[in-house]
């Protein structure tokens, strides 16, 4: 199985929290290879070389951008003055980075993730690693963002630059999912899915709950209707993906750990 090439760039020293956290979000499914490549304080013209020679499939920019360029320690590096990117996917998690993702994607790379405003540095750094834990797990770029917006308490900063339906890892056992669950009145809960296309499971790939007492089957994308559930078949089921999960309105990460996220 070839590996998934990654490179985080991080050109402030006040976002290293950022950097710690996505090395722990990538690349932490065993079944998933990835090489990590991690530079920090990269000037314009070592970034431009990776760029347009490294061939990564996803750069991760953490820092700070202007529409002349990605600020780097010498000086901005405009994308603009690039011929061609050697890059799949990215993400400029940098104030106004609008400008420079465009112009990834009008000089080779799939599509990305750039905002068009400021951004608060702890903002960042939230939608940095929810975003970069939800590609992990397979959601396309557009689910992803999404799913932060809804869950990360994101603004509207951040949008999508190039073809959302990208992705860069598959996820485990079909179309990837946000679990929804809401506590009844009394005992068991309602569950609920949504599910998202991406390159594999494209538009119209049916997707079946694995509960028996949910017995759905609906088109991907989609939304299921909430359905009830008992508590013993809810913690079953948990207990053997990992797929997010949103309780009573509240998100969490359900990475293994067993039926802690209804705790």
Known sequence: MESIELLLVCNDARMMDEHDLLD????????LPFEIDSEFGVNSDRLATLLTDGGYDFFHYI?????????????????RTLESVDLGVFFLNAC?????GLALTRRGAFGGVSTYADVINEDA?????TIARLLNRGFPLRGALEIARENAMLGDQYLIVGDGSTDIAQS??????LVEIETRDGDGFDFSVTSYSTKEFKLGTTTASPIDSVSDCHLTPGHTPRLPIETTELQ???????????VDGEFHWNDGIGTSVLE
């Open 236 to 246: 079953e089921y948990l207990t053997w993906t990992e797929l997010p999960v949103v």
């Open 96 to 100: 106004r980075s609008y400008e420079q």
């Open 125 to 129: 750094v939230t939608a940095g690693e």
């Open 172 to 177: 485990d056992g079909g179309a990837p999912m």
């Open 63 to 79: 820092g700070h951008a202007t529409e002349d360029g990605l600020c780097c320690p010498d000086d901005d590096l405009d994308v």
């Open 24 to 31: 722990g979000s990538y690349g932490n499914r065993e079944d």
